[in-house]
Every structure is written in structure tokens, then in C-alpha cells.
């Protein structure tokens, strides 16, 4: 058997979605798949505007902006994450500042948080790794302490909970992917959640996601020419994009229990071997979340055994893969001034972690061969 590690998952409506899209002669952007799309999320998540956009990076490219940041802003992120969270804010001449996980879930430590919280901190960007939330009531009581904005980057989170509020519609911006790597895929595409009541912010993200036009304002006939009113760039998925989007986004919870069955499978058999001095921890949810299922990784005991883990795999096909190189030692980082042991938890987790095969149209037969796989490899060490 051979496994993959990631396999893209079809509903079987994309295709005529996107034969509509181009029957109606709107393959540009805002057209009616991507008015569909983005009307359905803010009903299904309840949020108040969405915007959809390029990508996730994008949607945290507009965010950044829209808050106001510049030189000598500070933003507090985990250093465990993928670049776009710490490009969007250095795009606009602020600074990134990289805070420790939590052992836990590896998502960002609230006390560190507040440890790294200057006269100059903007804002914070929590990252929900694998679709697990960060401590979200924490976090909103920081933010309320200091004044200061939260923009959720959700781009593995789309369709995952922290109590009763789905994740990106938690603080001010929340951001999301539709990548082909994630959950619901558009190919490259993503959404910005506005959860501010505020009519002109919303206002000025339609017109930076615009060319810095006011173009909304004439296609809702509030203007009859629309003109150049603000910086901007070119934020705005084609509609066929969004036709496929929609095809993925109708299935959002088939598309989650398809996942669900996987991650349990996994997790009720290989949470048993934690501890068998090998394995010392697999992904896990807190109570007081509901996740998407994105993604199950086991933490081994230390770099050198999950080395030998990944290439055992790879000998019996299987395409297990690490994740994040933590932005604070990556070589931008150590360009920022940053030392590989500045988050020692965050440099030690990482280069512990294996992440495994992991897709909606995985079947039953493949999980089983992955976990017997590693349950073989545990007796060889
Ligand atoms: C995938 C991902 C992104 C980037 O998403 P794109 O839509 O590909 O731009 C940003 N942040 C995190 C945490 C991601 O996993």
C-alpha cells in the first residue's frame, strides 16, 4: 500500500459549478459564486462581513492594513507558524514578535503573551494549529486589558468551535485558507471574517481588497463612476474559484466527520502507546473546542527518533511529513535577531513532530495500515 500524505477531496459538484460559472460569462472576481460563498459563511458561521480574497495570506495581508500598522508597531504571533502570519506584518514595516506554545495543543501560550507586551504591541495573532483553538478567553482579556486588536489567523480552522463560536468570528479579524492543503479547498483562495461593527472599516477593506477603488460603490449603484480613494491591491479570487469553493463549502460537515473517523482511529489507538518511551504525546482536543479535524501528529521523544520514525515510514510507503520550521530560527528570523533557544518549547516540539496521512477520502484500510505501521516500528527501537 502506498499512502499519501495529503489527497485532494472532490464532492463531485465542482465540475458543474464551474461550467455555470463560465455559462454566465462572470469569471472575474464578485461574481455569483463568490456572492453565494461569501453570504453563506457569514450565515453558517455568523459572522458579519466576508470578504473573500486571494488567500489566507492575503486575508492577513488586508488585515494587517486595515488596523493601521507601521514601523515601530509590534504584533505578538507563536513562532510556530507558517511565514504569511509574520509577512503580513512585516509588509507593512512592523515587527513580529514570536511568543512560546503551549505543550498541549502548540498553540500560542497566553502568559507568554502578556510576558512580551510592550507600550509598542498592536496586536496579537493567535494561530489555531491543526484547526485546535488557541485559549481564546484568555486571549480577548488580554487584548481588552492593553487595547489591543486580535486578528485570528483560522486558515486550518475553517468550521471548527472554541465553546459555542466558530473560529475566526472571535476577535476582530479572523482569517481563512480554502489552499488545496486544507479542508475546503478553492485551489488558492481565502476569506477575511470582519467581526468589528463598524461600517467604514468594513468600508475600507472592500476598498483595499479592490485596487484601492471604490468599485463596491458602483456595482451597488451608489455611484455611477468609481475612482482611485486609498492604497489597495488586488485581492479578488476568480469566480470559478468560488464555484468550486461553493461545490466544498456545501459539505462542510460531511467533510468534517469523513476526518473525524480518521483522527479517531488514530488517536484511540496510538494515545495508548504515549509514554512507551518513543511517543510522548499525539494531538489532542481541549474541552472546550471542536475542532475540524485537520491534522494528527504524534510528538516522539526527541529529534533523532522521529528522524528514524519518518524514514521507517517512508520504507513502507507511507508519506508521514514535520510541520512548521519555527519562524523565530528560520534564517529571517535569525535575520530579526532572533537565537534557536530565544522559545526553547517551541524548538523542541517542533523538531519532535511528525504529522501523518491525513485526507477526507482516506479509507478505513489506509489508517488501519498507517497505525499497524507505526505500532510495528515502536517494537523495532
Ligand atoms: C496555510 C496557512 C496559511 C496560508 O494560507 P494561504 O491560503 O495558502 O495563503 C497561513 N497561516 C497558516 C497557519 C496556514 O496553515
Not at 20 to 30: F, T, V, Y
Not at 60 to 83: A, N, R, W, Y
Not at 272 to 288: A, H
Not at 322 to 327: C, D, I, K, N, V
Request: glycine fraction near 6%; proline fraction near 4%.
Amino acid at each position: 500500500m502506498n499512502i499519501p500524505f495529503n489527497k485532494i477531496y472532490f464532492t463531485g459538484k465542482e465540475l458543474n459549478y464551474i461550467e455555470d460559472a463560465m455559462l454566465r460569462e462572470q469569471i472575474a472576481g464578485d461574481g455569483y459564486y463568490t456572492k453565494i460563498v461569501s453570504s453563506y459563511l457569514e450565515c453558517e458561521f455568523g459572522i458579519k462581513k466576508v470578504l473573500m480574497t486571494t488567500s489566507a495570506t492575503h486575508a492577513l495581508e488586508i488585515s494587517s492594513m486595515l488596523i493601521g500598522l507601521g514601523p515601530g508597531d509590534e504584533v505578538i504571533m507563536p513562532s510556530f507558524t507558517f511565514p504569511s502570519t509574520a509577512n503580513a506584518v512585516m509588509l507593512q514595516g512592523a515587527t513580529p514578535v514570536f511568543a512560546e506554545i503551549k505543550e498541549n495543543t502548540l498553540n500560542i501560550d497566553p502568559y507568554d503573551i502578556e510576558k512580551k507586551i510592550t507600550p509598542k504591541t498592536r496586536a496579537i495573532m493567535p494561530v489555531h494549529y491543526g484547526g485546535v483553538t488557541c485559549d481564546m478567553d484568555e486571549i480577548m482579556s488580554i487584548s481588552q486589558k492593553y487595547n489591543l486588536y486580535v486578528i485570528e489567523d483560522a486558515a486550518q480552522g475553517v468550521n471548527s468551535k472554541y465553546k459555542n463560536k466558530y473560529l475566526g468570528t472571535i476577535g476582530h479579524l479572523g482569517c481563512y485558507s480554502f489552499h488545496g492543503t486544507k479542508n475546503y479547498v478553492s485551489g488558492e483562495g481565502g476569506a477575511i471574517a470582519i467581526n468589528i461593527d463598524d461600517s467604514n472599516l468594513i468600508e475600507r477593506a472592500e476598498i483595499i481588497r479592490q485596487k484601492g477603488t471604490n468599485r463596491n460603490k458602483f456595482l451597488i449603484g451608489e455611484i455611477d463612476k468609481y475612482s482611485w480613494v486609498d492604497i489597495g491591491s488586488s485581492y479578488i479570487p476568480s469566480d470559478i474559484l468560488m464555484a468550486i469553493l461553493y461545490a466544498q463549502i456545501q459539505e462542510l460537515d460531511s467533510i468534517k466527520s469523513k476526518r473525524e473517523h480518521i483522527y479517531r482511529m488514530y488517536f484511540d489507538s496510538l494515545s495508548d502507546c504515549i509514554d512507551n518511551g518513543i511517543l510522548r504525546g499525539v494531538s489532542q482536543i481541549p474541552k472546550d473546542c471542536s475542532s475540524n479535524y485537520h491534522l494528527f501528529y504524534l510528538l516522539l521523544e526527541s529529534e533523532s527518533i522521529k528522524d528514524k520514525m519518518l524514514s521507517k515510514l517512508k520504507k513502507l510507503n507511507i508519506n508521514a511529513t514535520t510541520h512548521f520550521q519555527p519562524l523565530h530560527s528560520s534564517y529571517m528570523g535569525q535575520k530579526l535577531g532572533y537565537q534557536p533557544f530565544d522559545l526553547p518549547l517551541t524548538e523542541n516540539l517542533s523538531r519532535s513532530l511528525i504529522r501523518l496521512p491525513l485526507y477526507s477520502s482516506m479509507t478505513e484500510e489506509e489508517s488501519l495500515y498507517v497505525i499497524q505501521s507505526i505500532e510495528k516500528t515502536f517494537k523495532e527501537f
